[in-house]
């Protein structure tokens, strides 16, 4: 069983350019989290998935960022005209639910982000 | 909201000590659950361990225990024996019955000397 992959796992881009990273999670999880963390900060919480429904999206996401998981397996993450704020680490989290009431997300490895 | 706090930048302990980071939160709901995590140097998070709110027994795995005090909103992570590989970030984290989002704690700079 392999775990949560994300690609690329670093971008250097120039500011105003269009950024996408791609996400993979554990095989049969319903349930896909994005996530950002900055140096030295905990992560904070984007948007998730279960299968292709968009359920939550946090404040932090703005019109320039979106999300989208077509058919319920793998997840983009698409950021349009990029900030130097944007430098990020952007993690991915996939989570199955057993029937039980704890919903354990399982982290990839993160994709760097660099806005130059 | 909710919200958590860790009030530990950093610490340092020698190999094979007991260790001991805390964290606390602030909700008004009932149900709920709470995670530790691991985050090596460029490695990817890991969980260390999770606790129901409803469950009164603390959880333990291995060489990780937590000490939940509900009442206080008080989930510290105690860490037995610790080992070189326990050197790491970790991050407190919560999460309500009725929502999937993580709300993080700023994390914990665990150092383990030899």
């Known amino acids: 069983d392999t775990g949560v992959s994300q690609n690329p796992r670093h971008k250097i881009t120039k500011r105003g350019q269009n950024v996408t990273f791609r996400c993979d999670p554990i095989?049969?999880?319903?349930?896909l989290y994005w996530y950002r963390q900055t140096l030295g900060q905990g992560p904070e919480f984007l948007t998730y998935f279960q299968n292709e429904a968009q359920l939550e999206k946090s404040r932090l996401l703005s019109d320039r960022f979106s999300a989208e998981r077509p058919k319920g397996s793998f997840s983009t993450l698409e950021i349009q005209r990029t900030e130097q704020g944007d430098s990020a680490m952007y993690l991915c989290a996939s989570s199955f639910r057993r029937g039980g009431p704890t919903d354990t997300q399982y982290f990839g490895p993160g994709t760097r982000l660099t806005v130059l | 909201a909710q919200t958590v706090t860790q009030s530990q930048p950093e610490m340092s302990v020698q190999e094979a000590e007991t260790v001991t980071l805390s964290c606390t939160y602030d909700?008004?709901?009932?149900?709920?659950?709470l995670f530790w995590y691991k985050q090596p140097p460029s490695r990817q998070m890991i969980l260390v361990i999770r606790?129901?709110?409803?469950k009164q027994q603390n959880a333990t795995e291995n060489r990780f225990s937590v000490n939940f005090q509900k009442a206080a909103k008080s989930f510290s992570l105690k860490i037995s024996d610790s080992q070189l590989g326990d050197t790491a970030m970790y991050f407190c984290a919560f999460r309500m019955d009725s929502n999937y989002q993580l709300i993080w704690g700023a994390g914990t700079k665990l150092i383990i000397k030899p």
């Open positions: 095989s049969e999880h319903n349930r």
């Open positions: 909700t008004s709901e009932s149900n709920y659950y």
């Open positions: 606790q129901e709110a409803y």
